[in-house]
């Protein structure tokens, strides 16, 4: 069950540990770690300011769908999970699980996010007899891309021994222009996490096998770096939410912090919801409800309702906090945005980081 007041706060993130959630989690903090799980980080700054304590034990989870059981269950006081990519768009499985078709993550709310760079590597066994690799990775134009981007960097080493790579599906399109410069055809396989997929390459015994992970996940499973910084932008980041059950009255972001400190930070809401697709204009009537209490939309997202074919739950944020009172414009959008559709649900209000 979660922690009782007072004791170390379980956080429960996508592992194995080096996993880019992982790291989310630690650099999202700034005091000491009590990790009894976590002794192999390399000695990553821990720090859990986010989660206002001053110790906490890291959990790490199989998939995202744990992360969400432990929250529901209170298995864990927090958990960590990966919303989008700068570059490649949402995790559409975390999306899948916000959606709750079967109604499981009922008490499962958003109380903070926490931003990550992203830089990839490939990594996996470098042969002894392996050459400086002197191709200048160009691409082959086609129909759908006749000018394909040039990928940012070049393999440390010769590639030719490479006959299968493993990473998440995020990390695959983050890093395409490499890929397909210098990895075209080359078999993918999915993996829960980067770091998941690092394990998996470190326990091949052909030596041929390498995976798309950080330089922290090679390290810490014993491989080479066959190439650093693969991502197609160097910007590349994620932004992770941090979830909690069930906040309490008025404790909208993480920290219990006081709610005069926040009244000039700007804040992000997250709802969902559900419209009639047979009455025209049930969308943009929808829609409406956050211009006529100006409120500015940050990102819409879709996922199919797997109800019925092409109908689909509309994920929305946007800039403001639902107020505890009752008041206020977000308040009175929630309230009206409820009759404009079939069915509306709030998943948290927290601090916006990237306004800071």
């Given at each position: ?61 199989v998939?995202i ?60 066994h ?20 006749p ?11 010769n ?15 983050q890093?395409?222009a ?14 829960s996490?980067?770091?998941k ?78 419209i ?48 505890v ?5 977000v ?26």
């Open positions: 069950m979660g922690s009782p007041e007072g004791s170390i706060k379980v956080v429960a993130y996508l592992g194995p540990p080096s996993s880019y959630t992982h790291q989310a989690s630690l650099n999202n903090s700034s005091m000491e770690l009590n990790r009894p799980r976590e002794t192999d980080c390399l000695g990553l700054q821990a720090a859990l300011e986010e989660f206002g304590e001053d110790t906490c034990l890291l959990d790490p989870q998939s769908q744990d992360i969400f059981t432990a929250i529901q269950s209170s298995a864990a006081d927090y958990g960590v999970v990966p919303f989008e990519n700068s570059t490649n768009g949402s995790v559409v499985y975390t999306l899948d699980l916000f959606a709750d078709r079967q109604y499981e993550y009922t008490n499962v709310y958003v109380c903070g996010e926490a931003f990550l760079d992203v830089h990839h590597c490939l990594v996996g470098e042969s002894s007899s392996a050459e400086k690799l002197e191709s200048p990775g160009d691409i082959t134009p086609t129909t759908d891309h000018s394909p981007s040039r990928p940012r960097v070049k393999p440390l080493t590639l030719h021994s490479v006959t299968r790579i493993y990473s998440h599906p995020q990390a695959f399109g890093c395409e490499f890929l397909s410069s210098y990895l075209k055809g080359i078999e993918r396989q999915e993996a996490s980067t770091a997929a690092a394990e998996i390459v470190s326990t091949d015994s052909t030596k041929t096998f390498a995976a798309i992970s950080s330089k922290l996940a090679a390290q810490m499973n014993d491989l080479d770096v066959l190439a650093e910084g693969i991502e197609d932008r160097d910007d590349n980041a994620t932004r992770f939410f941090i979830l909690r059950r069930d906040p309490a009255p008025g404790d909208y972001g993480a920290n219990d912090v006081q709610q005069h400190k926040d009244e000039q930070r700007k804040w992000k809401t997250l709802v969902a919801f559900t009639n697709h047979k009455v025209p204009g049930a969308l943009a009537d929808a829609l409406m409800v956050f211009k006529t209490h100006a409120l500015n939309l940050t990102s819409i997202n879709s996922r199919p309702s797997r109800i019925v074919q092409w109908h689909y739950i509309f994920f929305v944020e946007f800039e403001g906090k639902r107020e009172n009752g008041a206020g414009g308040n009175s959008a929630l309230e009206e945005l409820q009759a404009a559709t079939e069915g509306c649900r709030w998943y948290g209000s927290w601090i916006d980081k990237a306004s800071r």
